[in-house]
């Protein structure tokens, strides 16, 4: 597939998600059937292209959560499934929360040390997240003490792992799809805004704030699509590596593309505040940018081995 | 070679290396040191074969692409090399020199060079001509069988050591900006050349001020075509802009490894985000090397690389300064002494190869259109 295929399937993907997002888009873009085929390049390439396009279309699905639960329960049918991802609140503790729509049977949970739960949707008190950024959220109210598991520990630790994996790259690949959307608004904004008689997108402060911008999103963009292309044969810590790259660059754009609009750019009508309030829910799930690069340094200190370098990355990416 | 049978040779070459390599890993607190024990380095490379490869047979190579390079210096650096010194000038001039130089010229020559026999020098910078490359003066006059050198370059990197100079010279009016210019190969040993090295504030000397008086360069020298300089100005600023920080991305993985265990708890967040900066760096710097190899322009988009390259440079040497304060305070033995070079030397990469503001204007003008 080149670069301009994957260019197509990215605007097929945006327009399916716009006009008809969630479980629908999903339908149209054949999305269940290439979940199935991840070991497939290309169809792993479009498995991911759905959450870049949410990113950029600020839509959502059940793909997240059914991502996360695909390799504890590869044979779901689609749309029944979705696993909860376990977080740790400031002053809560541990808070369990669902990404997207509710699956249509069970939500799968999975708590390292003790083991997976698979719990009937019926049965569980949500209470509905309200944050702007079109991204649905339900934090599951549980009694984890007295939650016994259904799969013990021991056997779900390699599907665990790739959980994480699939669902670290996937997050990536939707904050660099808001962010590179809030770089595309921000470029045609300055483009327009006068101020001392002509754009202030000639003004080299300016200018500057998004050539930076386009840069945060340009490394992104890079680093995922050697996740993606890499897939098993990443090194054990990539997938760290990559959403902590993407959380705080898609940040960064946030940030520099506002000091661009101005004040207009801080209000409730302005659509860049949803764009920021998805790339914050997005950098605060399954690992923060901060916390990534804390176990990513601490295990370099520790062992003296880069856990997220791949040693020989020109003979293991495909070209 | 295929690139796969190229690694894994090398990897073995590498598991039990001549002394040259083990000597070059040292800890060697002069540049000119590092320079001869680089040379030597180069030398071995080049009767074993590996350092031939990735560059064209007509010119001394033992034919591959510039992958063959990319597993090359990768290699050395993960195997203890601590960098690449002056010959980093190979990867930023050679591919240039072999494509658009003179082939019987470079046929002669080139080995030297890949063996570390001949060093090289870039004479692009002058007084009045910085960042506005195109204002510069030094004129070139044709005479008999050649032209006449006149003129003053500053900041040419690598003139102490070097025999070559890849010099960008005024062959056209005195306004005639990027039209009238023209590159050459000047032989810094004739007469009427005078190299004063210039100390940097990091104690080293790879830069120079050179005096061009009246110095005879023979009609066989251009590098592409009369009046064609700028075109190959740019063909070698986007190819060190493009796949340059690949080259470079080893080394500061180097520095990172080799002081990993120096910092604690409070400093892992740093180093995390180094290793994050260094992964885009690695990232952008493969697909640059990727397209370079597939002949695939990278034009502006060569600018990212360049700006994460300084970036991951800088918070790598920023979390040095934090874990080992003796490059700051401390007695400089030579370890430090190493470590402080490659600090202050950080916090002026934005400036060389096309500074900073000028990489940002690129993408602001040519990639974001904006007004």
């Not at chain 1, 829910?281 to 990513?296: C, K, N, P």
């Not at chain 2, 874990?323 to 990469?349: K, M, W």
């Amino acid at each position: 597939m080149t670069a301009d295929h994957d260019d197509e399937f990215l605007a097929a993907a945006s327009e399916a998600v716009r006009r008809t997002p969630g479980a629908p888009a999903l339908a149209a873009l054949g999305w269940w059937e290439m979940l199935g085929a991840l070991d497939d390049p290309d169809a792993r390439r479009a498995v991911f292209v759905l959450f870049r396009a949410q990113g950029r279309e600020l839509t959502d699905s059940t793909a997240l959560a059914a991502l996360l639960a695909h390799p504890y329960l590869p044979d779901a049918a689609p749309g029944t499934v979705g696993a909860a991802i376990l977080r740790r609140s400031g002053r809560r503790g541990a808070v369990v929360v669902l990404p997207g729509p509710l699956p249509s049977e069970h939500v799968l949970l999975d708590r390292p040390g003790i083991g997976v739960s698979v719990l009937p949707v019926g049965d569980l008190t949500l209470r509905p997240v309200a944050v702007p950024g079109a991204l649905a959220l339900h934090e599951i109210d549980l009694d984890l003490d007295s939650l016994t598991p259904d799969l013990p520990d021991t056997t779900v630790v390699e599907a665990r792992a790739r959980s994480v994996f699939l669902g670290r790259v996937a997050l990536s690949m939707e904050l660099l799809g808001a962010a590179e959307t809030v770089v595309d608004l921000a470029v045609q904004y300055v483009g327009a805004r006068e101020q001392f008689g002509k754009p202030i997108g000639t003004f080299q402060a300016v200018r500057h704030l998004l050539a930076w911008a386009r840069t945060d999103v340009a490394a992104v963009e890079a680093v995922v699509a050697a996740a993606v292309a890499l897939d098993t044969g990443a090194p054990a810590g990539f997938d760290a590596v990559c959403k902590a790259l993407a959380g705080r660059n898609a940040r960064r754009a946030c940030e520099r593309t506002l000091q661009c609009f101005g004040g207009v750019g801080f209000t409730e009508e302005h659509p860049h505040h949803r764009f920021h309030s998805r790339v914050l829910a997005g950098d605060a799930l399954l690992g923060t940018s901060t916390e990534l690069a804390r176990s990513l340094g601490a295990a370099l200190r520790t062992t003296g081995e880069d856990p997220g370098i791949p040693r020989t990355l020109l003979r293991s990416v495909p070209s | 070679m295929e690139v796969a049978a190229f690694a894994d040779g090398l990897e073995a070459w590498l598991s039990d290396p001549p002394a040259s390599f083990r000597n070059a890993c040292e800890v060697i607190p002069t540049f000119g040191g590092r320079v001869a024990a680089m040379q030597g380095l180069m030398a071995d490379l080049f009767a074993a074969g590996w350092g031939r490869y990735g560059w064209p047979e007509a010119a001394g190579g033992l034919g591959g692409s510039i992958l063959h390079r990319a597993v090359l210096w990768e290699a050395l650096a993960r195997h203890g090399l601590p960098g690449m010194e002056l010959f980093e000038h190979l990867e930023v001039l050679a591919p240039t020199l072999v494509e658009l130089g003179p082939p019987a010229f470079v046929a002669e020559v080139f080995p030297r060079f890949l063996s570390g026999e001949e060093v090289w020098s870039q004479g692009f910078s002058e007084p009045g001509a910085g960042s506005d490359l195109a204002a510069l003066r030094t004129r070139a006059d044709a005479v008999e069988g050649g032209w006449v050198v006149n003129g003053r370059k500053i900041w040419t990197s690598w003139s102490k050591y070097a025999t070559w100079c890849l010099l960008l010279a005024r062959t056209g009016t005195p306004d005639s900006r990027h039209r009238g210019i023209t590159a050459m190969i000047v032989d810094l040993r004739a007469p009427g050349v005078e190299v004063s090295p210039i100390v940097q504030a990091n104690g080293t000397d790879e830069l120079a001020e050179v005096a061009f008086t009246d110095v005879f360069v023979p009609a066989d020298r251009l590098v592409g075509e009369l009046d064609g300089g700028w075109a190959v100005a740019m063909h070698i600023l986007s190819s060190e802009r493009g796949t340059y920080g690949w080259f470079r991305h080893g080394f500061l993985y180097r520095q990172l490894l080799d002081h990993a265990t120096l910092g604690d708890e409070t400093t892992d967040v740093a180093l995390g985000n180094v290793l994050v900066d260094l992964a885009a760096v690695s990232a952008v710097g493969l697909a640059g090397v990727r397209s370079h190899e597939a002949g695939i322009p990278l034009g502006p988009r060569a600018t990212f690389a360049k700006l994460l390259l300084c970036a991951a440079e800088q918070s790598a040497m920023d979390w040095l300064h934090s874990v080992e304060p003796d490059l700051a305070v401390g007695v400089q033995d030579g370890e430090t002494t190493v470590l402080r070079q490659h600090y202050l030397f950080s916090r002026i990469v934005t400036v060389y190869g096309g500074s900073q503001q000028m990489q940002l204007e690129t993408i602001a003008k040519q990639l974001l259109r904006l007004p």
